[in-house]
């Protein structure tokens, strides 16, 4: 696997050899690598002729400066798993390469960026969007994957990839979950064995909001007990648990088509997010 840290190094890898013929693969990352990012990797592998990896903890997409500052960095760990993963190629950029002195542009996505993560982390989509695009421009690859773990992210990158014309594939990937039903996130290191314990209410909240509302419950009272439901198992604020319509992010009044719950809550110091898809296809197996 080849770790490149410079920019230049980035270009000059990627015109030669099998990178400048084969089909690459982009999955970017923060980094504190779980098994959701290298399910990511191992689809890469699946979709294209080489993977390649970017590591770098966005500063622009944190709108609280504690969250980036406790944020998990595990750099060597990361580089094993990756190279194990199969990935050919990691760039792990530093701010000033990506942001140099006079940087001054910020890519927006109106519409499905604004509500829930968007109200909640002001500032939060125009920091991915705009190093997204950076990323995807300096390593061009033929498709950049991304988790349905963030379900609005994809929503808002996908958008921004279409809009700004960048010939990019925008590839979405199933949350992977631990065994109890808990989506796999970098930010669950950072819960204590308590915290962690009742994380699972997140997963058993969704489930069980979703079972009623395929059963005809009236919407906003399934919503209400799932939130009053997660404040008892410990979560001290709900910032949403919401009904959506999962292509425009908008909130849901009646049961429908394309619909999707959405949640994000704080246990202690952590904040989580997760969704789910509400159709009767839909196997829970925790
Ligand atoms: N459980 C998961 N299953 C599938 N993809 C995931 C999962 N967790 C993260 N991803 C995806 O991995 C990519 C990198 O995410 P990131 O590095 O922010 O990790 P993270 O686990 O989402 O961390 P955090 O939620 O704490 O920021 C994103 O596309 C994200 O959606
Ligand atoms: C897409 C991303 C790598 C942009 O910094 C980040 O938001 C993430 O890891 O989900
Ligand atoms: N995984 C989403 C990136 C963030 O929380 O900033």
Redesign the pocket.
Known sequence: MQIIRALDELQTVLSLGHYATDTLALV???GALHDGHLALVAEGKRVADRVAATI?V?PT?FNDPKDLERYPRTEEADLEKLEAAGCDLVWLPTPDQLYPAGFATSISVKGVSERWEGEHRPGHFDG?AT??AKLLLAVRPGVAI?GEK?WQ?LAVIRRMATDLGLGIGILGYPTVREADGLAMSSRNALLSAAERAQAVAIPRVLADVSREILTGEAIAAALARGKARLLDAGFSEVDYLALVDERSLEPLESSGEHMRLLVAAKLGAVRLIDNYSVTSEQQVSW
């Open positions: 970017p990352t923060m770098f966005n997409q991915v190093v997204v991304f963030d992210q």
